[in-house]
């Protein structure tokens, strides 16, 4: 090990240390002692590291309430960044709560819904199809029609009313109440042009949602809303979320099932 | 081998460091605001609104491109996916320079987002000049590198900061990013002379100031880029002036932004202290 990989590794570990460390290789002086001068590193790393965070997890921030510092102080401490953008530093927070608060899993829910939004926010851009197009789809196409959804879109399960929190943040309203609920519910996190979109998704539309990420063809589609529906029902319900999508501008490309 | 001297970039005036608390004042602003510097890590996304925010402003100033991550003194091995999108930005947006900073940010994998300062010794001027001159190959443009403020140094250093930032430019031939507040900050907390800094200079590789403020800690005092520039950088800002003459100069404000106004004040300043030194040394 060269003598500079030594000093980088020395200095690194000193200044992540949450108990103050000593570094032989730096020099005090009467303007300042070397402890002092060290630690004017290891303030600023958990200052930066816990701004980044604050930033990035409002919603989190809304829920927790008091907790939230304690939160992110033990994520430091469990979890250097490996990022070069310090903003990419809490794409394991959420696992990370999921890992360490399962008594609470709510406030893993909610760092997974904001950190889908902070990523959704510069995810690349894709263009949404017009209304147009799927209307040009010829009759006999549809059975075997395709719909590529936006890349980027996220589908979340939740064990309460996240999104409630996350809009008080956004909004600087009032803290919500915490409502549970008995069976996992589903968020849509989106993006359209610039703007990052996030609405609660009833459970068929999730159901056919996720059947159309995973490439089924419109008659598939059509079959899971027909088990929930019926027959007579399942048509226009599939074409009210067509429309739905398509406004939302979930849809960025047509295709046929292979 | 001494290296050739520098092929000068476009002088661009006086301009500003582009934050999110000013884009809306930066589209309608007076012409006073000459240039815009971004910080290249904000923009190294793959769409969405820093993008288009990005590309309003370059349609309206010339824009430079500043790092803070590329860890060019960093041990560990260069980060090939951060300089391939570091030059994806730069062929998006051409900017009139890139820069980045004369330090290590992280070591082992692991990322400090701080500035770290080098040991000022021979083997670390080696290790430097290799990985600035590798950079520069890929994005085949000089860069330029800025002086950090510190507040350690090392009992193994065997140079000054400002030798060891002027062997680096000539060694590897790049250019300098001379951070006035950086050198105030960096000689007082450890009682060097600034205008000795200065001096250590070469003037044909100052491409560009920044202009900045800091706090005063309990003994140190601390870079935070968050407070007006203080006069004692006012005066270093005109000995700097006297010395390298027409350099592009900026003022770079990250935190307690104040009203647009002041900080277009600032800005004039800066202007009304350097133009009658120009115009007499011309």
């Known amino acids: 090990m060269s003598a500079l990989q030594q000093l980088q590794q020395q200095m690194l570990q000193a200044v992540m240390d949450a108990k103050p460390a000593r570094m032989l290789d730096i020099r005090g002086d009467a303007v300042a002692d070397a402890q002092s001068r060290l630690d004017v590193y290891r303030h600023g790393y958990r200052v930066r590291l816990r701004d980044a965070l604050a930033n990035e997890f409002a919603g989190l921030q809304t829920m927790a309430g008091r907790r939230f510092g304690a939160l992110l102080d033990a994520y430091v401490d469990a979890h250097p960044s490996t990022h070069y953008n310090i903003r990419w530093y809490g794409s394991r927070l959420a696992a990370f709560l999921h890992d360490t608060h399962r008594s609470t899993p709510q406030l893993a829910d909610m760092a997974r819904l904001d950190w889908a939004i902070s990523t959704a926010f510069d995810a690349a851009n894709e263009t949404p199809i017009s209304a147009d197009k799927l209307a040009a789809v010829p009759p006999h196409a549809w059975a075997q029609l395709r719909l590529f959804l936006l890349p980027a879109l996220q589908v979340l399960a939740c064990t309460c009313n996240v999104d409630a929190f996350r809009r008080a943040a956004d909004t600087h309203g009032e803290r919500p109440h915490l409502r549970r609920y008995a069976a996992p519910r589903h968020l849509l996190v989106w993006r359209l042009d610039t703007t990052v979109h996030y609405r609660r998704l009833e459970d068929d539309e999730w159901e056919v949602l996720c059947a159309a990420q995973q490439g089924a063809p419109f008659a598939q589609l059509c079959a899971t809303l027909a088990t929930r529906h019926g027959e007579t029902a399942a048509l226009p319900r599939m074409v009210a979320l067509l429309q739905a999508w398509l406004n939302a501008g979930l849809i960025h490309g047509l295709g046929a099932a292979a | ?282």
């Open chain 2, 1 to 282: 081998m001494t290296a050739m001297r520098p092929d000068p970039l476009p002088y661009l005036g006086y301009g500003l460091g582009l934050r999110v608390e000013y884009y809306e004042a930066l589209l309608a602003s007076p012409p006073q605001v000459q240039w815009l510097e971004v910080v290249s890590e904000n923009y190294m996304v793959d769409g969405g609104l820093p993008l288009v925010w990005l590309d309003r402003f370059r349609e309206r100033f010339p824009l430079v491109m500043h790092g803070v991550s590329m860890s060019i003194g960093s041990t560990d091995p260069l980060d090939q996916d951060y300089l391939a999108r570091l030059a994806a930005l730069a062929q998006r947006i051409e900017p009139a320079w890139v820069s980045d900073h004369l330090c290590w940010t992280g070591v082992q994998g692991v990322n400090l987002h701080d500035l770290m300062p080098l040991p000022y010794t021979e083997e670390a001027l080696d290790h430097v000049v290799s990985r600035v001159q590798r950079v520069q190959d890929v994005l085949k443009r000089r860069i330029l590198l800025e002086n950090v403020s510190s507040y350690v140094s090392f009992a193994q250093s065997q140079l000054t900061e400002w030798e060891f930032l002027a062997e680096v430019a000539e060694r590897a031939d790049c250019l300098i990013l001379l951070d006035i507040n950086n050198v105030h900050v960096s000689a007082t907390n450890h009682g060097f002379s600034s205008s000795d800094y200065l001096r250590g200079m070469p003037v044909s590789r100052v491409q560009q100031f920044h202009l900045a403020g800091y706090e005063q800690g309990e003994r140190l005092i601390i870079d935070t880029h968050d407070a007006p520039v203080s006069n004692a950088v006012w005066q270093l800002y005109v000995e700097a002036v006297r010395r390298f003459g027409r350099v592009s100069t900026m003022i770079e404000r990250d935190d307690h932004f104040p009203p647009w106004t002041d900080l277009l004040a600032e800005l004039a300043h800066a202007r009304a202290l350097a133009e009658p030194l120009l115009r007499d040394a011309a």
